[in-house]
């Protein structure tokens, strides 16, 4: 027997089986440790065990004891802690580690930095290794609960140290105090759920359980309490679970960003839901800091940067379009209040301002580089292929998602307000209707959808753009992928063949005068008239003084304003739409 003196942490090995014990028990003596500790063997399996394992020579600081009979996982391991507990008296951490499983170099300790590393830190888990179980690579893991199988494993990189849910008791090291605050394991459970109501014990009682990054272990699976001897009734573990914590456990695994569970009362203040579903099953997905998984299919999206990644990058609209709108409305003079509304985005602010009147959800579709003072409205979703473009928005959205705007993944009724500028031109006519269908499940009724975009034009300078196809394809539509080019009043009628109300529509740019882009785009029309070289020369020059620019585009809104009422809708290159959702009745929803 060892010093009990100076013994900080204990550790239970309940054993059922002693196929793996040997090489078990040579792993964890021929490492080095920071710190003292005291092994307890229980002998859970047979009785000859015991003959086998009192023959073994082990070192001071390991014990054996035997229960009588197979008492079972919680009862064997209560009764390892309980001995520890009154045997070593300075004892801080108490873990269990299965007779199946091997632990690699550092284990322990490291496990011990996890919880040591920030205060409520109830427990700690190593990432888990199997061959035909949780894992197929190393360093890949993540776990949360699961209505279906209690504990779930969810692939991932792990990079760092982060909190989680739910802990598997293949192997992890618990905050002594804290392990006998919530009275240990749950003795009424058959070798199953057992872990799974010890994390929802210390994460209901303000606990957190984080995975530490550092720390691994390799379990057989399947080869101790999996034996058919060993009274394993799941049927009755997960009738009690049910029982003590209701049968839709999955909103257990809601945590904030510090760690700790959401509980209902601060769902609406943390407001951290991006109203997810699973782009294979379309199942909800979970979502916490690092990772967005399906309990239904198993799939997974890697949230990178805050964002979660839903589809691979796109060549022509990565980093294409990533400007960010900074004006936010506090503190700012009333005028430059004012400037902004007026002359950002041809208004656009201005009518953020009026329709967006109440805090809500709000979605902006194709968000580039976002809109700040959008995100002063509510909790904002942006969506955008581009990722460089979404890593500008989030620190002011709630949430960036790359993803497919005509693939988005959002369920129904989810959103007060839909915003989504300089989209709908790079979508053909049935995308387009595709588009305005999905926004409209999505929304809440009289939701508010507000889109500004590019419209083929009947001005006189568009007329005689298109008096060369070859040239306005190239400069007009290729150049930017507007292949979706329609008439303003041909994109209001989709608006209401798919379900909205017109409120307010405006078009802009009705002349030759127009905003600096458009002159610029027409670079290659300088080979056929001297008039438009002059344009795009003059163009060029001007956008290379941004006060010169600023001054510029604001005389262009103004001059769109005085003359708006003399020129007809679809003469408009650019429109702002603003409709409100209308009941439709859906088929095949």
Not at 228 to 241: F, M, P, Q, V, W
Not at 293 to 319: A, P, S, V
Not at 520 to 538: E, G, H, R, T
Request: proline content about 2%.
């Amino acid at each position: 027997m060892t010093n009990k003196s100076g013994i900080k942490i204990g550790i239970v090995i309940p054993i059922f089986q002693i196929k793996y014990i040997k090489k078990l028990m040579h792993n964890i003596l021929n490492q080095k440790y920071k710190n003292n500790f005291q092994i307890c063997i229980v002998n859970d399996g047979k009785k000859e065990y015991s003959d086998i394992l009192n023959a073994m020579k082990y070192p001071g600081n390991v014990v054996i004891v035997t229960t009588t009979g197979t008492v079972g996982f919680s009862k064997a391991n209560n009764y390892g802690w309980e001995y520890l507990l009154s045997e070593y008296k300075e004892i801080e951490y108490l873990g269990s580690i299965n007779d199946d499983t091997i632990p690699r170099d550092g284990w322990l300790d490291a496990l011990v930095d996890s919880i040591k590393a920030l205060p409520r830190t109830a427990l700690a888990v190593p990432i888990t290794e199997e061959k035909n179980g949780f894992l197929k690579k190393i360093d890949l893991c993540q776990y949360a609960f699961d209505n279906h199988l209690a504990i779930k494993c969810v692939g991932f990189k792990i990079e760092e140290d982060f909190f989680v849910p739910a802990a598997t008791g293949v192997c992890f090291l618990a905050d002594a105090k804290i392990l006998k605050e919530v009275d240990f394991l749950d003795e009424g459970y058959k070798n199953s759920c057992e872990d799974v109501d010890l994390c929802l014990k210390m994460i209901t009682n303000g606990y957190r359980i984080v995975l530490s990054k550092n720390s691994r272990v390799f379990h057989f699976g399947g080869k101790s309490r999996g034996l058919k001897e060993a009274d394993t009734n799941y049927g009755i573990s997960h009738a009690r679970l049910d029982e003590k914590w209701g049968t839709n456990i999955i909103k257990y695994n809601r945590l904030n960003k510090e760690g700790f569970l959401i509980k209902n009362g601060d769902l609406e203040k943390e407001n951290k839901s991006p109203y997810l579903t699973c782009m294979e099953c379309s199942n909800v997905l979970l979502v916490n800091e690092t990772i967005a998984f399906c309990g239904k299919c198993n799939k997974t999206y890697e949230i990178k940067d805050k964002i979660i990644i839903m589809t691979k990058n796109d060549k022509f609209y990565e980093g294409s379009y990533d400007a960010t709108i900074n004006f936010v409305a506090k503190n700012i003079s009333r005028l430059k209040f004012l400037i902004y509304l007026y002359f950002v985005n041809s208004h656009y602010l201005y009518y953020i301002r009026k329709y967006i009147n109440k805090r809500g959800v709000i979605l902006d579709v194709g968000c580039g580089g976002g809109i700040k003072y959008l995100g002063e409205k509510g909790n904002v979703i942006g969506v955008d292929l581009s990722y460089r473009s979404l890593l500008k928005t989030t620190e002011f959205y709630s949430h960036s998602i790359q993803c497919d705007v005509l693939k988005m993944p959002f369920i129904g009724g989810s959103f007060d307000y839909v915003s989504s500028c300089f989209v709908f031109e790079h979508l053909t006519t049935g995308e387009k209707n595709e588009l305005l269908e999905k926004t409209h499940k999505i929304m809440k009724n009289d939701g508010i959808v507000m889109m500004l975009f590019d419209c083929d034009s009947n001005n006189a300078l568009f007329k005689w753009l298109k008096k060369y196809p070859d040239l306005y394809n190239e400069s007009i539509v290729g150049i930017n992928n507007h292949i979706g080019l329609l008439k303003a009043s041909e994109n209001i009628e989709l608006f209401k063949k798919n379900g909205f109300k017109i409120i307010k529509c405006k078009g802009y740019n009705k002349t030759v005068i127009q905003y600096l882009p458009v002159y610029i785009w027409m670079k290659s029309y300088a080979k056929v008239s001297f008039f438009v070289s002059l344009l795009y020369n003059f163009a060029n020059y001007i956008s290379k003084f941004n006060i010169v620019v600023h001054i510029y585009q604001a005389l262009v809104t103004i001059f769109d304003d005085i003359v708006d009422v003399f020129f007809p809708l679809d003469n408009s290159r650019l429109l702002i739409v603003i409709a409100k959702k209308e009941e439709k009745i859906y088929e095949n929803i």
